[in-house]
């Protein structure tokens, strides 16, 4: 099995036509090793949340492709891209997404059952991963009845437990307040540590980049190492 559980290559992206081109990747070149955590910094515009979707497979390239796994995710079909995106990624975004008339437990469960597992199966799963995160107290709480610390800690054990090799995160301290943001911060440590799961993390936030292993700027279209 290859150490590497995402990689891009040559990666391009442009938007307009041959006369009006805006080229916001001009060749990105990343590799992620298993456990690795990895934070991408970079200017308002540099284009960290295309870049992002494009990892995760929800945007295309203009050229170059992304592997998942070692497998690409630009050379099979939607279908086949959305189950490889089920089985091997997870995504944490500013903004929960959490299902606002379902619980805790059932918005957990959600990517499982769209895998089609029992829901016997699929009920402990998302028990067992909520507890992980430290909210078995509020597996029947609909997101209205959570801090913004908690339902965040939900949309992470939504990411986590379909057993992904990678988690995406775009910015997913910038709703919280110092505070609270820090909590999160321990949480992608400790589940790290304990399930050897990578993460990549787009982020403004310098106290959260640091605290990955490695650290890239997206500036001109290129990842450059930097030391914050």
Same mark, same amino acid.
């Given at each position: 099995m290859s150490n590497l559980v995402l990689q891009c290559v040559d990666l391009k992206k442009q938007y307009g036509d041959a006369d009006i %081109? #805006? /080229?916001v990747l001009r060749g990105v070149e990343l590799a992620v090793e298993r456990g690795e955590t990895l934070a991408i910094v970079g200017s308002s515009g540099s284009g960290k949340s295309t870049l992002l979707n494009m990892l995760g497979g929800l945007d295309l390239p203009s050229s170059g492709d992304v592997r998942v796994d070692d497998q690409s995710l630009f050379e099979i079909s /939607? *279908? %086949?891209r959305a189950k490889l995106r089920n089985r091997s990624l997870g +995504? #944490?975004? *500013? +903004?929960h997404h959490l299902l606002p008339e379902f619980t805790a437990l059932e918005n957990v469960a959600m990517p499982l059952l769209i895998r089609g597992e029992a829901i016997s199966v699929v009920r402990e799963? %998302? %028990?067992e991963i909520l507890k992980a995160v430290g909210l078995s107290h509020r597996l029947e709480h609909k997101p209205a009845m959570l801090s913004g610390g908690e339902r965040q800690r939900v949309a992470i054990a939504r990411a986590l437990v379909t057993n992904p090799a990678c988690v995406l995160m775009d910015e997913p301290t910038?709703?919280?307040d110092r505070y609270t943001g820090q909590e999160v911060q321990g949480l992608m440590n400790k589940l790290n540590d304990e399930f050897g799961i990578s993460f990549v993390v #787009?982020?403004?936030d310098h106290e959260l980049a640091q605290k990955q292993g490695r650290v890239v700027e997206l500036k001109d279209g290129l990842l450059q190492p930097i030391t914050l």
């Open positions: %081109a #805006v /080229e /939607e *279908q %086949a +995504f #944490v975004y *500013q +903004f799963q %998302a %028990a910038g709703n919280l #787009v982020t403004h």
